[in-house]
């Protein structure tokens, strides 16, 4: 087989999601907790108005997403010690000249064995997903997450230096083992080593610097990146380094998509970006961030109606995924068309 990752923009097949379980992630406030169901909860529903979606649910989260999840969710039993599925499940590949599907079965660690992180289900999920969706299992010995890996569809993908060459994820890796594993694996025939990520991402329930927080192709010729205009802001000087090493590795047009205009929270430094968004069939599910990011809410839809024209953009708020470390593409992992 010669596997390729298709881009996000082609024709998927379903989306696959994790549903919240109680945890390190979820946190013991019941008000909380109940604001991250419905936050996962109303981007699945928003989801299968457009495709199919599988959810993965604990059996101890059974009766909280009966409530909130749509009938037209399909609903996959299996245990869970978070809920991230673009990072603990599969990343799914194409080979063209047979038109079959393969799952990329990354090793899962926690994000490079974080203290708080536990992972031994969900270890195991991608295996789980891949055996439910009827498709090849191809194992890898790469430590890496889906979040971690942006692609053109051509055989471009972007990556950061701080999660593939982690030494808490891969300690005996280069860059050149990386690549050949990446070209082995996803098809990548060019790969784009971006320095780092947001500097949130480098803190409490960070990836240490995910490049689907940061950039993303919107098409082969089109890379849309994060921008923080503030200059109070520490990632004010971060996203200059990282167009700098765009422009160095592509002649891609960059777009840029400004940050929303609240900086911190109780936390310090927020995260928060519209870079992070889900494409689905006919629309792009964009992160929104409650009524006093209205203006740059609207902004940003602008902006994605542009780079994806002919999608429909509809808005999930997804202040309670950020709060948790992540956004809404974090928390879905799509599964291509066969071609």
Do not use: K
Request: net charge negative; glycine share 8%.
């Amino acid at each position: 087989m010669s596997w390729r990752m298709p881009a996000e923009t082609a024709p998927q097949e379903r989306t696959w999601m994790a549903f919240p379980r109680p945890g390190h992630t979820l946190g013991d406030d019941a008000a909380s907790a109940e604001a991250a169901r419905e936050a996962w909860a109303a981007t699945a529903n928003t989801i299968s108005e457009y495709q199919p979606v599988t959810i993965v649910v604990d059996p101890v989260a059974r009766a909280d997403a009966a409530r909130l999840l749509s009938s037209a969710v399909e609903v996959l039993e299996a245990p869970l010690d978070d809920f991230w599925m673009r990072d603990i499940g599969p990343t799914f590949v194409v080979d063209d000249e047979t038109g079959a599907i393969g799952a990329v079965d990354w090793v899962f660690n926690g994000w490079g064995a974080n203290a708080w992180a536990t992972w031994t289900r969900d270890a195991e999920i991608a295996a789980t997903v891949a055996r439910a969706a009827g498709v090849e299992r191809i194992p890898s010995l790469l430590v890496n997450e889906g979040g971690a890996i942006h692609v053109d569809g051509g055989g471009r993908v972007m990556v950061t230096e701080t999660v593939q060459l982690d030494p808490r994820r891969n300690p005996y890796a280069d860059r050149a083992r990386v690549e050949e594993e990446l070209a082995r694996t996803i098809g990548a025939t060019d790969v784009i080593w971006l320095p780092r990520g947001l500097t949130r991402d480098y803190d409490g329930l960070g990836t240490r610097g995910h490049v689907d927080m940061i950039a993303t192709f919107t098409d082969e010729a089109t890379v849309l990146l994060h921008a923080q205009p503030d200059a109070a802001h520490p990632d004010h000087v971060v996203m200059p380094q990282v167009r700098r090493a765009i422009e160095a590795a592509t002649d891609a047009t960059v777009v840029e998509i400004p940050a929303p205009a609240t900086l911190t929270d109780d936390d310090g430094p927020v995260d928060w970006n519209y870079v992070n968004h889900v494409v689905v069939n006919g629309a792009v599910i964009a992160c929104a961030f409650g009524d006093a990011e209205a203006a740059a809410n609207d902004r940003a839809r602008g902006i994605l109606a542009d780079v994806y024209p002919g999608r429909e953009i509809r808005s999930v708020d997804a202040r309670e995924v950020f709060a948790r470390g992540g956004g809404l593409h974090c928390i879905t992992q799509q599964q291509p068309q066969s071609s």
